[in-house]
């Protein structure tokens, strides 16, 4: 079964440090992201990384949070430094397969509070 599963959602203070990390099954995923939807606003790209460890952050995210992976754990991270009551939402991961398909995590709840 190919599926993408989120972890490390919680609730922090504003100021504060997380680590969300984005475990895939079932397939090879080149193209990872995370996206974020908080509530009765639409998702947005937070950010990016491809296969070759090349990424793309979001400019409100920019300087605080940083995409990594490991390719040998099929895991994607998303460090947050500095976090800020804007930043509460439902983080989501996604990604393309080997074969070509994408895919949606069912989300980590990130509370930030002031």
């Known amino acids: 079964q190919v599926q993408l599963v989120e972890s490390g959602g919680g609730l922090v203070q504003a100021g504060g440090s997380l680590t969300l990390s984005c475990a895939a099954s079932?397939?090879?995923?080149?193209?990872i992201a995370w996206y974020r939807q908080a509530p009765g606003k639409q998702r947005e790209l937070v950010a990016s990384i491809t296969s070759g460890g090349s990424t793309n952050l979001a400019n409100t995210v920019k300087g605080r949070f940083t995409v990594s992976r490991d390719n040998a754990k099929n895991t994607v991270n998303l460090q947050m430094n500095s976090l800020k009551p804007e930043d509460t939402a439902v983080y989501y991961c996604?990604?393309?397969?080997?074969?070509?398909?994408?895919?949606w995590g069912q989300g980590t709840q990130v509370t930030v509070s002031s």
């Open positions: 079932g397939s090879i995923f080149g193209f």
């Open positions: 996604y990604g393309l397969s080997s074969k070509m398909n994408y895919y």
